[in-house]
C-alpha cells in the first residue's frame, strides 16, 4: 500500500506543478520558467522509480525498499540541498538563472 499511496501523491504532485507552469499567474514572479521546468523533470523521475519500484515489489521486496530510499531522497535531500545552495547564492545545477542574493 505504501508504494501506491507514494506513487498516486507524487502523480497528483506533479499534475500540479504542470498546472502551474502552464498558467504563469498561479507562480511567484520571482520564480523563473527554468526553476518550475528543472523541478517538473526531477518530479517525473521520482515517478519512474516509485513505479519500477512498486513493480519490483511483487518479486523481490528488499530490493523494493532501495528503490524506496532513492525515491526519498530525490523528493526530500535534493531540494533541501537546492535551498541550502541558493540560501549561500550558488546556482542550482537544474535551475539556470535563478541565483537568489
Known amino acids: 500500500m505504501y508504494g501506491i499511496n507514494l506513487l498516486l501523491a507524487s502523480l497528483l504532485l506533479s499534475f500540479l506543478l504542470v498546472y502551474i507552469a502552464r498558467d504563469r499567474r498561479l507562480a511567484a514572479d520571482e520564480v523563473a520558467d527554468e ?15 516509485e513505479a519500477v519500484a512498486l ?14 530510499l532513492v525515491a526519498a ?3 526530500l535531500v535534493l531540494p533541501l540541498v537546492g535551498l541550502h545552495r541558493a540560501g549561500r547564492g550558488v546556482p542550482d545545477d537544474d535551475a539556470v538563472g535563478t541565483r537568489v542574493s
Not at 518550475?36 to 522509480?49: E, H, M, N, P, T
Not at 513493480?55 to 524506496?68: K, N, R, S
Request: no cysteine.
Open 73 to 75: 531522497v530525490q523528493f
Open 55 to 68: 513493480v519490483v515489489t511483487l518479486f523481490a521486496p528488499l530490493l523494493a525498499v532501495g528503490f524506496y
Open 35 to 49: 526553476t518550475l521546468a528543472a523541478v517538473a523533470r526531477r518530479q517525473w523521475a521520482g515517478i519512474l522509480v
